[in-house]
């Protein structure tokens, strides 16, 4: 039983299904600032002067554009609270929780390739 799965998970259609679900997710996930703010969000709230500081090298108006389609995705939700001057503060919405073991494991992978690429110049 195991070995028909394997089979079926290798065969054209599957790969195609596959490569698909990944191709959707990059096209939600992709440019320069998207993951970097989706991992500064998924440490809490954020107003956003504290995301463009976060997120270094993103301008204004480039934060801007990638929170307001990170909405639009049902991925980041905006709160404008009720103080003077007005703040807006932004979070990980429940859909944009689930990106989190993608987060994490993106973390993992990028520490021991650090590490790994360290090694390797040691040598």
């Not at 500064?40 to 976060?54: A, P």
């Amino acid at each position: 039983m195991k070995n028909e799965i394997e089979k079926k998970s290798i065969t054209s259609d599957g790969c195609k299904v596959k490569l698909r679900a990944v191709h959707d997710t990059l096209d939600m996930l992709s440019g320069k600032w998207k993951i970097s703010i989706i991992t500064s969000l998924s440490f809490g709230k954020r107003r956003f002067m504290e995301l463009q500081r976060e997120v270094e090298g993103v301008g204004a108006k480039m934060l801007s554009k990638e929170l307001r389609e990170l909405e639009i995705n049902g991925l980041v939700t905006r709160k404008v609270c009720d103080t003077k001057p007005i703040t807006v503060e932004y979070e990980l919405s429940a859909y944009g929780e689930t990106l989190q073991n993608i987060i994490k494991e993106m973390i993992h992978w990028g520490l021991n390739h650090r590490e790994k690429i360290k090694e390797e110049s040691h040598r």
